[in-house]
C-alpha cells in the first residue's frame, strides 16, 4: 500500500507564494513518478507538474516558469515550489503516484 500526505496549502494574496509539500509512504520504491495534479470546483482534475519515471519533470503550460516540482528521495517527499500564484491557481491539490495513489489534497486558495 501506498499513502500520501500533503501539506502547505492556504490562503495567499495575488503574486504570493506556497510550498506544498508530500509525503510518500508503504511501497514508493521512488520519487520519480510522483506529481502534483488540480482540481478547482466544478473542474476536472487536472495536472500541474510531474516527475516522470526517468526523472523528467513535466510542467502544465498554465504554471510553467512560475511553479516548480522537486523532490528529496531520501525522505519520499515531493514538493510545489508556486510563485506569482494568481486566483485561477485557486484549487484542491492532489499528490500523485503513479497515476494511481493518491492523497487527500490540500487547498490552495489566491486572493485578488
Known amino acids: 500500500q501506498v499513502q500520501l500526505v500533503e501539506s502547505g496549502g492556504g490562503l495567499v494574496q495575488t503574486g504570493g507564494s506556497l510550498r506544498l509539500s508530500c509525503v510518500g509512504s508503504?511501497?514508493?520504491?521512488?520519487?520519480?513518478?510522483m506529481g502534483w495534479y488540480r482540481q478547482a470546483p466544478g473542474k476536472q482534475r487536472d495536472l500541474v507538474a510531474r516527475?516522470?519515471?526517468?526523472?523528467?519533470?513535466t510542467y502544465a503550460d498554465s504554471v510553467r516558469g512560475r511553479f516548480t516540482i522537486s523532490s528529496d528521495n531520501a525522505k519520499n517527499t515531493v514538493y510545489l515550489q508556486m510563485e506569482s500564484l494568481q486566483p485561477e491557481d485557486t484549487a484542491i491539490y492532489y499528490c500523485?503516484?503513479?497515476?494511481?495513489?493518491w492523497g487527500q489534497g490540500t487547498q490552495v486558495t489566491v486572493s485578488s
Open positions: 516527475i516522470g519515471n526517468s526523472g523528467r519533470k
Open positions: 508503504g511501497r514508493i520504491f521512488s520519487t520519480n513518478g
Open positions: 500523485n503516484y503513479l497515476s494511481t495513489y
